[in-house]
Each structure stands twice: as structure tokens, then as C-alpha cells.
């Protein structure tokens, strides 16, 4: 069974057997996809703009839909959420612009504007953060050291010694990275100049309503980050179904199916043009074919042992009622009629 249709029928269960209302919300099929995109963008800290506005859309389009029926709410708060969403990324960008401006204005002095005492700062080397301490006194460099770094120890180590050696006692950071190991020895002389802003009193800095908002809508579409992202989407494409099941109405079960095969055993008719039965009824169903899901519903004579066996609870019946109830709600009457004859 799918990871996400064993979680959610797990909650049934824990609820006793009965549907839970929780159930019922959290197997709504627009749900299931947010689950899938929130999923996304907590694992993938790149992908979180990409998640978000992935998520915006689908919200949207379900907004649009209740707004049709004519239920106004979810798209007035989205709308707000929009506006409220773009000022807040507004407000971020503008202290970020804010504090680099102020920072390369000045960038010569930044040394003899800091008060003595010890400071953290972080910058990116090759192969993750750089972490450093920074001492000054007096308006000068007293102490460089690395806390922690990723980089292949014995180049990076040989280019921190250097920066060490470099920095004590200069009243500016404006030194050029070590040959040999320029992008790690880069990492942390900006890591340097993170810590010594801290030291500077006024010197503008990032609040955290923007941190989480700037955290909230990173995006660094990496090599690493897309291929991962690819696999996470075949994953939820093979296993899951949840994007044809938020596209697609009137699946009904059909989405929980496992294509285990044990329904066909249980059937009289077991085939039907070549193509197993009632297996093929119910993919086609999840995939929205109701044409073929019709086509094959006349084998079916409505003996119910596909039900008896399926793991998930599935029937032929139990699928031509899904595709039935979802045609009325397309008011194609006659197609429903035909569906609802074999239920
Ligand atoms: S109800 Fe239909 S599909 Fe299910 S076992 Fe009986 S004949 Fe086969
Ligand atoms: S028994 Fe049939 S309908 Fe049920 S999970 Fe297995 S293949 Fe799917």
C-alpha cells in the first residue's frame, strides 16, 4: 500500500475503525497533494519557493472551484494571504538590500567601528558552512579562528593557518583568499566579516520576520536539489497517484489500490479482452478513463468477491458508484444511470 494511503487509513484505524471526520479531511485529495508539497518543501530546503507557489496554485484552483459554488471565503483569505505573502517578501528583500548597501558603505571601517569582544559569523565553503570566531580589540583583529568547516581538511586547514596568520592585527578584512584553496579560504573571510558586523553598534541587520520569510521562500535550484526533486516526483507519481487523484474526480477507491492482483483471483471472470479483471476497472478509474471503466463494468455480473479479498476494501461496484456519483455531479445523468444500474 502507498506510504501516504497507509498513513491516512492508519489515522482511520486508530479512530476505530469507524471514518473519523480527520479521516475524511485529510484523505480529501487537494489535501493529500499540500501533505505531499509541504513534504517538499521542509525536505528540499531549494525547492521551498517552487513547493510554495505549487501549493498556492492548487489552493487556488480549489478556491476557484468552492468560489463556483458559491462559497467565497477560502479565495478572499487567499487573496489576502497573497498580498500579505508579497509585502512580507517586499519588506525582507528591502532589508536585505538594506543592510548589504550599508555594509559596502562601510566596508573599509568595519574593523574600527566593531567593540571589542568575541563574535560568531558563518560563510559558505565548498562543501557546506564555515563557522568562525572573531576576536577584536582595540579596533584591531586579535584572534581568527575556524569552529567548524566541511572542506577537505588538509587544504583547508593549510588556508586557515594562512588567514589566521594574515588577519591578526589588521584593522580591516580586506585581505584576497589563499591561493590553492580560494573558494574555502573565501567562505571564511566572509564568515569573518559576518561575525564583525555583530560587533558594530547600528549596523543594520535582518529581522526575524524576514528570516522566516526569506527561510520560507529559498530557492537554489541546485544539480542535488533537482535531481532529488525528480525522484520524489516519480515516487509519488508510481506509488501514490496523487497528482492524477487532485486533477482527477470520481476515483473513488481506486486510489488505494496496490495492484496486488488478489481481486482478479477472486473474480469469475478474471479477464476480459486480455486485460486482467477487475484490476484494469479500478487503474482506469484512477486514472479518470471512465469510457473503458464503463466498457469493462459490463463483465461484471455484481457477485462482490472482489471486495471479500481486496486488502483495500475495493469492488467493482464500490468503483462504478465512485464514477456514478461523480457523473451526476457533472449532470451527464444517462452515463450515471448506466453506472449506477450495476452498483
Ligand atoms: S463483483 Fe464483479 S468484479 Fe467483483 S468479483 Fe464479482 S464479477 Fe468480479
Ligand atoms: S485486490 Fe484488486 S483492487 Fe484490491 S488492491 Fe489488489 S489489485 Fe487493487
Redesign the pocket.
Known amino acids: 500500500m502507498n506510504i501516504l494511503t497507509s498513513f491516512t487509513n492508519g489515522i482511520a484505524r486508530a479512530g476505530g475503525g469507524a471514518l473519523p471526520k480527520f479521516r475524511l479531511s485529510f484523505t480529501n485529495r487537494w489535501l493529500r497533494l499540500a501533505f505531499v508539497l509541504a513534504v517538499v518543501a521542509l525536505t528540499f530546503a531549494g525547492a521551498r519557493l517552487v513547493s510554495l507557489g505549487l501549493l498556492y496554485v492548487g489552493l487556488a484552483v480549489w478556491a476557484y472551484r468552492r468560489w463556483r459554488e458559491g462559497s467565497r471565503g477560502l479565495a478572499y483569505f487567499l487573496a489576502a494571504a497573497l498580498v500579505v505573502g508579497v509585502g512580507l517578501y517586499g519588506f525582507a528583500a528591502f532589508e536585505v538590500w538594506n543592510m548589504r548597501a550599508w555594509r559596502a558603505r562601510h566596508f573599509d571601517d568595519m574593523v574600527l567601528l566593531a567593540e571589542d569582544g568575541t563574535y560568531e559569523g558563518e560563510g559558505k565553503g565548498r562543501r557546506g558552512p564555515i563557522k568562525v570566531e572573531l576576536t577584536v580589540k582595540s579596533h584591531k583583529v586579535e584572534r581568527f579562528d575556524v569552529v567548524r568547516h566541511y572542506d577537505t581538511i588538509p587544504i583547508a586547514l593549510g588556508a586557515f593557518d594562512e588567514l589566521k596568520e594574515l588577519l591578526r592585527g589588521r584593522s580591516d578584512l580586506d585581505v584576497d583568499a589563499v591561493t590553492g584553496a580560494t573558494y574555502t579560504s573565501y567562505g571564511a573571510i566572509n564568515a569573518a566579516r559576518d561575525a564583525v558586523w555583530k560587533g558594530v553598534a547600528g549596523a543594520p541587520t535582518i529581522s526575524l520576520v524576514s528570516k522566516v520569510t526569506l527561510w520560507l521562500t529559498s530557492l537554489k535550484l541546485q544539480r542535488v536539489t533537482l535531481h532529488s526533486l525528480a525522484v520524489l516526483f516519480i515516487v509519488v507519481l508510481l506509488f501514490d497517484y496523487t497528482i492524477q487523484a487532485a486533477l482527477v474526480e470520481g476515483t473513488g477507491q481506486s486510489l ?9 483471483g477472486a473474480c469469475p471472470v478474471k479477464r476480459v479482452e486480455g486485460k486482467l479483471f ?2 484494469e476497472m ?1 487503474l482506469r478509474a484512477r486514472l479518470g478513463d471512465y469510457d473503458a471503466v464503463a466498457k469493462l463494468m459490463e463483465y461484471c455480473v455484481g457477485c462482490a468477491k ?1 471486495a471479500a ?4 476494501g ?1 469492488s467493482a461496484p464500490s468503483v462504478a458508484a465512485a464514477v456514478a456519483q461523480y457523473l451526476r455531479k457533472q449532470k451527464r445523468e444517462e452515463e450515471a444511470e448506466f453506472f449506477e444500474e450495476r452498483v
Open positions: 488505494n489500490c496496490m495492484d496486488c492482483q488478489t481481486c482478479v477487475p484490476m479500478v472482489c479479498k481486496c486488502p483495500a475495493i
